[in-house]
């Protein structure tokens, strides 16, 4: 299961939100997988937008149990938005089976693996799986 950065930034700004419990949910019970790219996007956008929560960031990652691998650049393009090509192409390599994400770019994918989620589908994904 990937998260992608937007998930990342919302469950660290608003820990009480949908966001929060998928991404606290999917790392303890399934294999959280985090991609180079993202946590490098996590800093930036924090670092422009939410300077206040800069100093959180090395504490929710290293609290935070999950799997970190490359994202590598691939020629083929699977996503219109070319900045998250890298982190579906870590998915893919990863072979995880969702990822939770608030990007309307992620949203869009039509594939069948891995399967994209927003946070409130997951958490209703995982009402009927228990």
Same mark, same amino acid.
């Given at each position: ?31 959280? +997988? ?22 959180? +960031?090395? +504490? !929710? ?24 090509? @890298? ?18 770019? !992620? ?6 693996? @891995?399967? +994209? ?14």
């Amino acid at each position: 299961m990937l998260a992608d950065t937007n998930i990342l930034i919302s469950a660290l700004l608003w820990p009480h939100s949908k966001p929060a419990s998928a991404l606290l949910h999917a790392a303890r019970y399934y294999e959280l +997988v985090l991609c180079d790219r993202n946590i490098l996007e996590l800093r930036d956008v924090l670092g422009r937008k939410a300077t206040h929560a800069l100093a959180d +960031v090395e +504490v !929710f990652l290293a609290e935070l149990a999950y799997d970190l691998v490359p994202a590598p650049e691939y020629p083929e393009k699977l996503i219109s938005a070319p900045k998250d090509q @890298p982190i579906l192409n870590a998915a893919i390599v990863a072979d995880v089976d969702i990822i939770i994400s608030g990007d309307k770019h !992620f949203l869009r994918l039509d594939m069948e693996r @891995p399967r +994209v989620m927003t946070a409130s589908q997951y958490l209703e994904w995982i009402e009927t799986e228990d």
